[in-house]
C-alpha cells in the first residue's frame, strides 16, 4: 500500500512538473524559444561534453579520500560518479540511490569492502557542505546585481535551498549519516548483499571516523568538490556563449547556484521538473537575460541530463549485469535464505 502511494506521489508530481513546463513554454513562446535553440545549434555538444569536467573533478576528491589505500585506476572513480549521477538524475531514487550504487560498484574493486560505503557517506557529507557554500556565493553575487525589496521572494527561494542542503548536512551528523546511507542501501538493494559489501552499520561507522580522522585528505576532497560545484558553471555559461548571449562569470554562478536550489527546494518534484525552469527565468530577468534565453538554458541543461545520464544507466547495466539481473531474478530466495542481523 506505502510503494503505491509513493508511486501515486511520484507520477502525480511529474506531471504537475511537466505541465508547469509546458505551461512556460506555451506562455514564452515554443517558435522564440526554438530560435533560441537553434542559434546554438550543434555547439550544444559542447556543453554535453563539458559535464564530465566537473565530474572528473569529483572523482578526482572522492579517490583523494582514501588514495592511502589500494584503490582502482582514476577513470574507474569517473565511470562510478557518471554512473552516480545518471541514477541520481534519471531513476526514482531520492537523489541518493546513485550513490549506493557507486560504493557497491567501488566494492567489488576493494580488498576492504566497507571502505567503498564509508568513502561515499564522507564524500557525500563533503558534497552537501560544499554544496551551500556555492548556494551563498551564488546568492550573494545576486545580492550584488539586485536590489532586495523587489526580489525579496525569489532570494527567499535561494536560502531555503541552502538552507534545507545545511539542515539536511547537521540532521544527518546527529543522527548519523552511516546509519542514514545504510538504511537507504537496503530499500534499493538485497539484504545479503548489503551486508557483504557495507558491512554491520558498527563497521561502517569505524571506516568512516577514521575517514574523518586524516583532516588533509578531508580539505583535499572539500576542496576540490566545492570547485567541482563551481566549474559546474562553465556548463551554463557555454549554454549562454552559444545561445548567442554576452556571457559573465557571475551571471554562470548565480544562474547554476539557483538551479542547484532549486533542486533542493523542489525536492519533492522528479527532477525537481518546473521548479528549476522557473527559478532560471526568474533570475535571469534579474540579470537582463531574456526569457526565451533563460528557458532555453534550462531545456538544454534537461537534455544534456538525458544525453548524459542515458549512457551512464546504459554503462551501470553492461559492468553490473552479473550483479542487477541475477539480484532481480533471484530476490525472493536470496531474502529468504540471508541471515538477518540487527
Avoid at 559542447?46 to 573533478?57: G, K, L, N, Q, T
Avoid at 527532477?271 to 534565453?293: N, Y
Amino acid at each position: 500500500m506505502r510503494r503505491f502511494q509513493s508511486t501515486r506521489f511520484f507520477v502525480l508530481t511529474l506531471t504537475v512538473g511537466l505541465a508547469f513546463v509546458a505551461y512556460l513554454l506555451i506562455n514564452e513562446g515554443v517558435s522564440e524559444v526554438g530560435t533560441a535553440l537553434m542559434v546554438a545549434n550543434w555547439n550544444i555538444l559542447w556543453v554535453i561534453a563539458f559535464r564530465f569536467v566537473p565530474m572528473a573533478i569529483d572523482a578526482a576528491g572522492w579517490k583523494y579520500l582514501i588514495a592511502g589505500y589500494r584503490v582502482p585506476a582514476f577513470a574507474d572513480f569517473v565511470l562510478y560518479r557518471w554512473v552516480a549521477e545518471s541514477c541520481n538524475t534519471l531513476l526514482p531514487a531520492a537523489q541518493v540511490g546513485g550513490h549506493v550504487a557507486r560504493a557497491l560498484m567501488l566494492a567489488r574493486r576493494l580488498p576492504a569492502r566497507t571502505l567503498a560505503g564509508a568513502s561515499v557517506v564522507v564524500d557525500l557529507t563533503l558534497g552537501l557542505g560544499t554544496q551551500f557554500l556555492f548556494i551563498m556565493v551564488g546568492l550573494l553575487l545576486l545580492l550584488f546585481k539586485v536590489s532586495l525589496a523587489p526580489n525579496i521572494a525569489l532570494l527567499a527561494m535561494m536560502l531555503s535551498g541552502g538552507l534545507l542542503i545545511f539542515g539536511c548536512l547537521i540532521s544527518v551528523q546527529y543522527w548519523g549519516i552511516s546509519s542514514v546511507f545504510n538504511r537507504i542501501a537496503r530499500r534499493f538493494f538485497d539484504n545479503r548483499q548489503i551486508m557483504q559489501v557495507l558491512g554491520g552499520l558498527e563497521v561502517l561507522e569505524k571506516e568512516t571516523a577514521n575517514l574523518y580522522s586524516d583532516y588533509d585528505r578531508l580539505i583535499i576532497c572539500a576542496l576540490l568538490r566545492f570547485a567541482g560545484w563551481m566549474v559546474k558553471s562553465g556548463e551554463t555559461y557555454l549554454a549562454l556563449y552559444f545561445l548567442g548571449a554576452l556571457p559573465t562569470i557571475t551571471a554562470a554562478v548565480v544562474l547554476e547556484a539557483v538551479g542547484v536550489a532549486a533542486n533542493s527546494f523542489g525536492f519533492l518534484v522528479p527532477g525537481a521538473l518546473g521548479v528549476r525552469e522557473g527559478g532560471i527565468i526568474a533570475v535571469a530577468a534579474l540579470l537582463g537575460l531574456p526569457t526565451e534565453t533563460a528557458l532555453a538554458i534550462a531545456l538544454i541543461k534537461r537534455g544534456r541530463e538525458l544525453a548524459v545520464g542515458l549512457p551512464g544507466l546504459t554503462a551501470w547495466l553492461i559492468f553490473e549485469r552479473d550483479v542487477l539481473f541475477p539480484l532481480k531474478d533471484g530476490l525472493g530466495k536470496t531474502s529468504d535464505n540471508a541471515e538477518t542481523t540487527d
